[in-house]
């Protein structure tokens, strides 16, 4: 069978996505692309966003190729999934402009968390639920009703869904091919800030790691996909990243949810200190001491980020975040931190339980050296996250992106949006309707 794997244009003008609207590399279907090959399939990967294709670029290109399937994403790039733009307009935009005969399946975290939602407002043949990398394959091979999180439509035109959720092997994840990816393109740093000990680096690339995180804070967006914690083969990961060496890379981040959990992940820190690589990524503040920070300031980390959500132990309970740390042993280990890394940032969420004053505090101290605090954000309630239950005390139904989005332009009723949005966005609605 053909698969043709399409990584569309992305655009975020009018959305509330905060993520970063620069190009990544789109893991997620380089990673299915080798499970298709071993499966014995014909791959054809474009990435129009790297590579700035517009729609009839791909289309002949897909024309060419006669895929019987067409695979697109519903956010760009597994680094992203765990907080995507809550509009379809994109996928919906390219599955008209392409207007394929072939069987188009959508990925990603707006089908996993609402399928039925996601296959009528894009026009989607299949949606699959979860981690796609081992189902994709099977959607060629084995009956829909046994592939994990396969939603479709039936002769009849009803929704069928199967059981469970697509989960990947992550030893089976071997290193990924970059021979004919244009590696060169990739001129963006991720979560790098110029004038911060890294403007000698040219060249950037996302690698993953280990998948999954064994915490389960009530804000996170990964409970139906990236949820069991999971590390790839280090051999395979070392000679993906040798490759990218190879290639120019010298800055790579990682996109794993939760960086440094691993039994590996020492291991992986002295073989990545004996290579010309710098590295980025998102961590636990608790993972870390002064030995390991060390050993990160030796492998030539220059992008340290740690999601501390609050100042106070009654705050991070209230997101369950399980932190061993004591508020004065996390504020000691950021800045041990900031003496092997020039980039430490702390991220912190808005809560009822952190005095403004005492949050000034905080901030004030660990700027002053040379930690960079984020202001208390609020929380958008991602369908799937426990956060979204809680919330509105329901599972997501076929409302529950524009329940989330509603609920979360409200927190900035009174405040605008000018500390974390560029401009004022627009309802769904409006977004989705942009064919
Ligand atoms: S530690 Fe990070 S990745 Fe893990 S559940 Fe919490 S927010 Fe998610």
Redesign the pocket.
């Known amino acids: 069978m053909k698969y043709a794997l399409v990584n569309p244009q992305w655009t975020f003008e009018g959305s509330t996505y905060f993520g970063c609207r620069e190009p990544h590399v789109p893991l997620e279907l380089l990673s299915a692309r080798e499970m298709l090959r071993a499966a014995g399939h014909h791959v054809l990967l474009i990435d129009a966003n790297m590579e700035e294709l517009a729609p009839a670029d791909v289309r002949s290109k897909l024309e060419a190729f006669g895929e019987d399937f067409l695979v697109i994403p519903t956010a760009p790039s597994y680094l992203f999934w765990?907080c995507p733009q809550p509009e379809l307009r994109v996928p919906k935009v390219w599955i008209g402009s392409l207007a394929r005969e072939s069987k188009v399946v959508l990925i990603g975290p707006h089908g996993s968390a609402t399928p039925h939602a996601t296959m009528m407002k894009t026009g989607a043949d299949v949606v699959l639920r979860g981690e796609p990398d081992q189902t994709l394959p099977q959607l060629s091979s084995v009956p829909w009703e046994m592939v994990p999180g396969c939603c479709w439509r039936d002769e009849e035109g009803r929704f069928r869904v199967s059981e469970g959720l697509g989960t990947t092997d992550m030893k089976a994840v071997t290193m990924l091919d970059y021979s004919d990816y244009p590696v060169e393109r990739h001129t963006h740093l991720h979560h790098v800030f110029a004038g911060n000990g890294a403007d000698h680096l040219k060249l950037g690339a996302e690698v993953e790691f280990a998948r999954g995180?064994p915490?389960?804070?009530t804000?996170?967006n990964?409970t139906l996909f990236r949820n069991q914690f999971r590390e790839r083969d280090l051999s395979q990961v070392l000679q993906e990243i040798d490759q990218l060496i190879a290639r120019g890379v010298d800055y790579v981040y990682f996109i794993d949810?939760?960086f440094g959990v691993g039994k590996q992940v020492r291991v992986l820190l002295e073989e990545i200190a004996k290579r010309p690589l710098a590295i980025g990524f998102q961590t636990?503040i608790d993972l870390w001491n002064e030995e390991s920070l060390e050993l990160l300031g030796r492998a030539h980390c220059v992008s340290f980020e740690c999601?501390i959500e609050s100042i106070t132990h009654e705050g991070r309970e209230e997101f369950n975040?399980h932190c061993r740390f004591t508020t004065e042993t996390i504020e000691s280990t950021l800045l041990t931190a900031r003496k092997h890394i020039p980039w430490v940032q702390a991220n912190l969420i808005g809560t009822t339980h952190d005095d403004p004053a005492e949050v000034a505090r905080f901030q004030r101290t660990l700027k002053a050296a040379g930690v960079w605090v984020s202001e208390p954000v609020p929380l958008f309630p991602f369908p799937g996250s426990p956060q979204y239950v809680q919330t509105f005390g329901a599972q997501p139904d076929e409302g529950a992106w524009e329940r989330a989005h509603q609920f979360y332009l409200q927190l900035f009723g009174d405040r605008g949006f000018s500390d974390i949005q560029d401009q004022q966005p627009r309802s769904l609605a409006e977004l989705e309707c942009a064919l």
């Open positions: 765990r995180c915490y389960s804070c804000f996170c990964k949810e939760i636990r999601g975040k």
